[in-house]
């Protein structure tokens, strides 16, 4: 059975920063590519980072300099960096373990599994 926990969000003021967790278990981390969504109320939920089974990561571009994703394969655990946080970064972040894929155009995309946990609400304001 695969559970997904996420943590470490919380209220933070804008400039702040915050690290994300998210740990796998149920024999899905190690050979799985890992994704970081997030979505606000009303809206569908936004793949925001990638990393593959090796480490290669991907970023959206409303985030890129700012998220850092990395993966600890030992403890099946993925994490997501944030600095200089804004507003607009507001919103409940999930993990989810899927492939990322290269399109024929050289952009990355990310085919999620089923896989969710609760999330965990990151809120920026002053």
């Known amino acids: 059975q695969v559970r997904i926990v996420e943590s470490g969000g919380g209220m933070v003021q804008p400039g702040g920063s915050l690290t994300l967790s998210c740990e796998v278990s149920g024999n899905i981390f190690s050979g799985y590519g890992m994704g970081w969504y997030r979505q606000v109320p009303d809206k569908e939920r936004e793949l925001v980072a990638s990393?593959?089974?090796?480490?290669?990561?991907n970023y959206a571009d409303a985030v890129k300099g700012r998220f850092t994703i990395s993966r600890d394969n030992a403890k099946n655990t993925v994490y997501l960096r944030i600095i200089s946080l804004k507003a607009e970064d507001t919103a409940v972040y999930y993990c989810n373990p899927g492939t990322p894929f290269r399109r024929p155009g050289g952009t990355w995309g990310f085919q999620n599994s089923a896989y969710w946990g609760q999330g965990t609400q990151v809120t920026v304001s002053s």
């Open positions: 990393i593959t089974h090796v480490g290669e990561t």
